[in-house]
């Protein structure tokens, strides 16, 4: 039997892809270090140092008893607890197995071969991803300071443009766009033209002049907002998000989406999670609590950083990042290189709690050899 090359045979927009790279797990690091997995931290995904949410956990084992039964297709519970705490219908939901679903279904349902996908210069891998799988291009705007210049965006929408992918706050960057900015680009943009917002780090920022997207939605009927539980909820190894836009869109994008893609442990925790408004406030202070930490040590290890209002931070180690994640990584500390974001001098540490945050700065300062 001869031998098939079955990468020849993958759709165009396939074949050049690499698969996504998580934050390296610390299983993974304990076994090629041999370290003890209980004295390693990962600080690489942006995850919620706090765990989750006692009410969540109950919620959790209130399902166990029924792990045979498929979940809720149209996640009724979820949809309308959301469609009461965000002010609007339950048509206008689409769940997904985390926010990342919702840009997929997107790129679905309007990207074919040839057409534009616009995102920005240091904007999540994600996007890119899901754009080539459906044979898009994806056309990259320059950052300005580390992060979107809507105006710019705007101006460089053609013909060919389907889908401007804007993030706010930006990962990696956690930079973030103000009201004003993105009501002058919203104006701007054709209403032909899809704008997907995504918003998976909103409940961290308390900044008065940052937008909620919800708020656009009647105004601006190409606009779509995602959210997810797996930051500030903590519930990460669930994979549950949701995006919220006109009835119309929401139609089209529940078209796309797979039956039973979030699961019935997901969908409990998540409605547990939206009435723990004690939880949500808890894990807004440990971060920035966090935040101020890491600023107040990077400033005396002399490191630049990139403001950030998300619950991450990029620092600048010019000429270094890659030694520096790796002797980390041998120190039991992981956290995240961004040189596939065009940023090769930098490097991406979420918030964690206090000890883990010193253990951090105490490993990064012996690096530097301060």
């Known amino acids: 039997m001869s031998k098939v090359d079955f990468s020849k045979l993958a759709n165009t927009g396939v074949q050049g892809l690499r698969p996504y790279q998580p934050g390296k797990p610390i299983d993974e690091l304990a076994r090629e270090f041999d370290l003890n997995p209980k004295d390693i931290i990962k600080l690489a995904s942006n995850e919620n140092p706090m765990g989750p949410s006692e009410k969540a956990l109950a919620a959790i084992k209130n399902e166990l008893a029924d792990l045979t039964r498929y979940p809720d297709g149209n996640g009724f519970e979820l949809k309308t607890t959301l469609s009461e705490k965000l002010g609007v219908k ?36 994600i996007y890119g991803l899901v754009t080539k799988m459906a044979g898009g291009k994806c056309v990259q705007v320059p950052a300005k300071n580390w992060g979107h210049d809507l105006e710019a965006m705007a101006a460089a929408v053609t013909e060919k443009t389907k889908i401007i992918f804007v993030t706010n706050p930006n990962n990696p960057t956690g930079t973030w766009n103000t009201k ?28 008065t002049d940052y937008p909620s997207g919800i708020d656009y939605l009647e105004q601006h ?65 440990l971060n920035d609590q966090g935040m101020n930490q890491l600023q107040a040590g990077f400033d005396q290890l002399n490191l630049s950083w990139i403001p950030s209002v998300g619950n991450f931070i990029c620092f600048a180690v010019p000429g270094r990042a890659m030694d520096i994640f790796q002797g980390l990584l041998a120190k039991g500390v992981i956290i995240r290189p961004v040189a596939n974001y065009e940023m090769p001098d930098h490097l991406r540490v979420s918030i964690g709690t206090q000890a883990e945050n010193q253990q951090f700065l105490l490993a990064l300062k012996s690096l530097l050899g301060v």
């Open 221 to 285: 009927p190409n606009l779509v907002v995602t959210r997810t539980f797996s930051k500030a909820y903590g519930l990460a190894s669930l994979r549950v998000g949701y995006g919220v836009c006109s009835e119309a869109l929401a139609d089209l994008l529940n078209r796309v989406r797979p039956p039973f893609n979030v699961n019935s442990l997901a969908l409990a925790a998540a409605v547990a999670c939206l009435k723990d408004e004690n939880f949500a406030r808890q894990s807004k202070e």
């Open 90 to 125: 339950t048509s206008q939901i689409t769940l997904g197995n985390g926010s990342s679903d919702i840009l997929e279904f997107i790129v679905k349902c309007f990207v074919s071969d040839g057409d534009e996908v616009m995102v920005s210069q240091h904007a999540f891998a």
């Open 180 to 207: 004003v900015q993105l009501e002058t680009f919203l104006q701007k943009v054709p209403n032909n033209v899809l704008v997907l917002l995504d918003e998976a780090y909103f409940e961290y920022v308390d900044k």
